[in-house]
């Protein structure tokens, strides 16, 4: 099994470009949520990806978005990147109560 | 409001116990967590607990819910050098599908 996988692993972007991050569940998850980590930080859920819609929010902009695929992966997408968004972005896949994180994507905006 | 706390430090020699506290603010949460994070890494399910019980064990660890103060603890046994990384407790309100995490706990463990 080989848990849940996120790509890329590291990623420099510029403040206004856009990103998109990918996230593949643990086999047999069908639940996808995605939280932000900042330096120093715990994770901060962003959104909860269910049956290929968003089921719950946090409160982070519009400026993020994502999607769910019918295999269950996910991608975060942030548009217009900030300084401010420079973090860890860790996915969790889970099926009942356990959420299983995966390595994380550490994403610079210069 | 939404506010998990834990202290940031905690400083063990190896053999020793370590105990890490946690308290959280949401009485309606249904299981609460603790995460392992080592440097670079993601998190690392270590144990949960569900609300209706006091105490949890799993080889080396224990888990204690107090839910009348809202608190939460993590003992570790015999604590290793491997222990050394920065532990999160988070909680599940019910209802909601999110967890709130604590900002972590580092531990470090000296030889």
């Known amino acids: 099994d080989a848990g849940v996988t996120q790509s890329p692993t590291h990623l420099i972007k510029t403040r206004g470009q856009q990103v998109t991050l990918r996230c593949s569940p643990k086999s047999g998850h069908d639940t996808v949520s995605w939280y932000q980590q900042a330096l120093g930080q715990g994770p901060q859920f962003i959104f909860q990806y269910y049956e290929e819609e968003e089921r719950q929010r946090g409160n982070f902009p519009d400026r993020f978005s994502g999607h769910q695929f019918p295999n269950y992966s996910s991608e975060l997408n942030v548009n217009a990147l900030l300084l401010g968004d420079s973090a860890l972005y860790l996915c969790?896949?889970?099926?009942?109560?356990?959420?299983?994180f995966g390595p994380g994507t550490r994403l610079t905006v210069l | 409001g939404e506010d998990v706390e834990q202290s940031l430090f905690l400083s063990v020699r190896e053999g020793d116990s370590s105990v890490i506290n946690c308290t959280y603010t949401?009485?309606?949460?249904?299981?609460l967590y603790w995460y392992k994070q080592e440097p670079g890494a993601g998190l690392q399910l270590l144990t949960y607990?569900?609300?209706?019980?006091d105490m949890k064990q799993d080889q080396r660890l224990t888990v204690l819910l107090n839910k009348k103060d809202k608190h939460l603890s993590l003992r570790i046994a015999d604590t290793q050098t491997g222990d050394s990384a920065i532990y999160f407790c988070?909680?599940?309100?019910?209802?909601?599908?999110?967890?709130?995490f604590g900002t972590g706990t580092r531990l470090k463990v000296l030889a």
């Open positions: 607990i569900f609300s209706n019980m």
């Open positions: 949401d009485s309606s949460s249904t299981y």
């Open positions: 969790a896949s889970s099926l009942d109560n356990e959420q299983f």
């Open positions: 988070a909680e599940s309100p019910s209802g909601t599908y999110k967890y709130i």
